[in-house]
């Protein structure tokens, strides 16, 4: 046998390997042998029937498939102790040239384990972000509570105005092309594609109209975008959203409060705890991008093509929650398949990126988690959900396990330790 290597980057590497001829013909002789003793030939019995009978009843196909299996799984291993090489992952295998007189040929892709060459990881200078809660913050959140603690009064004296609910029976057709049987929906006057809200203002319960509307040629939905849509509209009823006077009355009525001025107080300790995290994981975030763009880090590609695998089967099963096709999905953020593949792989490259550089770190500085620790941490979770320690490890069972809390503990402390060797303003 015959193995030539070829370095195709720090972390790939290609073998060509050749198996003699006699080999190959030895090969196909054995896998016809394994043919013969479980298929019947008339006339034989079974493993007696001779090689020029047996070819008529098993499939050519079958016995090229099992013979390149059996001399790449053999050949393989073989080239690997002759090399040396020791591979991260499973091959990529590209069967160059197979015929039963001739040398069997083909090259393996190899992928080979990450290396890293960590930079200067201590005394990075970073900047962290001022936490401000300003009174307008407040009163933003104030009119949230406010509107989703509205309620909806029917009325039937007069038509529908901006900001009202409406039930109505809807139909309608795009370009000439009829969208099916009238649905009976939901509509929020003030939230619809522009055109359609100023069209059933002033209808009244029990009143129908026809309209069109063209949608805008940057609308999300491609099926709608820049096309005319009929719509035909028969109002059921109508309800008028009252919100809630910002009163001492209303601050009671979002937990143990006695006046606004408490509820305000609470508002402005929650945002400034939520703006304190947020600025926590942005001097983190700036301390791992730093330290990766000052290391030299190689991987296979083998690492992002898991980690996509996973988010996309992640996004899958969210959207199958929801009702909801990838397709319809990318509709709505207004991105193609292409243009999203893209943005995810590249997630995965700064993932896996971060996340060698923030295990070549632990290594250096002997960062660990102990299994008692994750213990601890478990027991901390259920005192804290008021929940029993089983109940939380079965919780934790159906995300990824205890190896993925004991890392996601190791990534705190990890991150701990270098923002304890940084400079931070």
């Not at 102790?81 to 020791?86: K, L, R, V």
């Not at 100023?198 to 609308?219: A, H, I, T």
């Amino acid at each position: 046998m015959q193995v030539t290597t070829e370095q195709v980057d720090p972390c790939k590497v290609e073998l060509n390997i050749e198996v003699e001829a006699d080999k190959v013909a030895r090969t196909i002789d054995e896998v016809y042998g394994e043919f013969s003793q479980t298929t019947s030939v008339p006339g034989f019995r079974k493993g007696k029937a001779p090689r020029r009978i047996l070819e008529r009843y098993v499939s050519p196909e079958s016995v090229r498939r099992m013979a390149v299996d059996s001399m790449v799984a053999h050949a393989y291993v073989e080239a690997l102790n002759e090399t040396g090489i020791e591979p991260y992952a499973g091959p990529e295998v590209e069967i160059v040239q197979f015929d039963a007189d001739k040398p069997f040929i083909f090259k393996v892709m190899v992928p080979l384990a990450p290396k890293i060459e960590l930079g200067e990881y201590k005394g990075i200078e970073v900047k962290r972000p001022e936490v401000n809660i300003t009174d307008e913050d407040v009163d933003a959140q104030l009119k949230y509570l406010q509107e989703s603690n509205a309620t909806a009064r029917k009325v039937e004296d007069r038509g529908i105005q901006m900001g009202d609910v409406a039930v109505a029976e809807i139909a309608s057709t795009v370009e000439g092309q009829d969208k099916g049987a009238p649905r009976r929906s939901l509509i929020e006057v003030g939230s619809n594609v522009p055109g359609f809200d100023e069209k059933v203002v002033g209808l009244k319960p029990g009143e129908q109209r026809s309209f069109p509307v063209e949608y805008p040629k940057d609308f999300p939905e491609e099926e709608l975008a820049g096309k005319t849509v009929d719509f035909d509209v028969n109002v059921e009823s109508i309800r008028e959203r009252q919100i809630p006077e910002l009163n001492d009355e209303f601050a009671k009525t979002m937990g143990q409060f006695e006046t606004l001025a408490d509820l305000r107080e609470d508002i402005r300790t929650r945002l400034t705890a939520s703006a304190e995290k947020a600025a926590d994981r942005e001097v983190e975030r700036k301390i791992v991008d730093e330290v990766v763009a000052r290391s030299k880090v190689d991987f296979p590609d083998v690492l992002v093509d898991h980690d996509v695998s996973h988010d996309l089967a992640d996004m899958q099963n969210r959207l199958d929650r929801q009702g909801m096709t990838l397709e319809q999905y990318l509709g709505q953020i207004g991105k193609t398949e292409e243009e999203f593949a893209s943005e995810l792989r590249e997630q995965a490259v700064q993932g896996v990126r971060a996340g060698l550089v923030l295990g070549e770190i632990s290594n250096a500085e002997n960062v660990d988690v102990t299994d008692e620790e994750v213990d601890a941490e478990i027991e901390r979770i259920a005192a804290e959900s008021k929940a029993t320690t089983e109940s939380v490890e079965t919780y934790i069972e159906a995300r990824g396990g205890r190896p993925a809390l004991k890392n996601s503990l190791l990534n705190r402390r990890i991150l701990d330790f270098l923002k304890s060797v940084s400079s931070i303003k």
